[in-house]
């Protein structure tokens, strides 16, 4: 059974950690990286969440079809 509590604030928001392996938090505006396809599903969520929180943009393109997997670019650009 579930104990029902009251009065408990609720904590703030976290702002996504800026630990990352991309450098999204170090970014400028005009500023772009290129990762290769295995890694785009994951630097594009973690965009996403810390455009979201801080205010941010960024957009990305596929830049390269190699042999093996795709290269895109990620850019700021707001």
Same mark, same amino acid.
């Given at each position: 059974?579930?104990?029902?509590?009251?009065?408990?604030?609720?904590?703030?928001?976290?702002?996504?950690?800026?630990? &990352?392996?991309?450098?999204?938090?170090?970014?400028?505006? $005009?500023?772009? +990286? *290129?990762? @290769?396809?295995?890694?785009?599903?994951?630097?594009? &969520?973690?965009?996403?969440?810390?455009?979201?929180?801080? $205010?941010?943009? +960024? *957009?990305? @393109?596929?830049?390269?079809?190699?042999?093996?997997?795709?290269?895109?670019?990620?850019?700021?650009?707001?």
């Amino acid at each position: 059974m579930y104990e029902i509590k009251k009065g408990v604030p609720l904590p703030p928001r976290k702002l996504p950690s800026t630990k &990352s392996r991309f450098p999204i938090a170090e970014m400028e505006v $005009g500023d772009m +990286f *290129e990762v @290769r396809g295995s890694e785009y599903s994951g630097v594009t &969520s973690y965009a996403n969440k810390h455009g979201k929180a801080t $205010g941010k943009k +960024f *957009e990305s @393109r596929r830049l390269k079809l190699a042999a093996t997997e795709a290269i895109y670019g990620i850019w700021r650009t707001e």
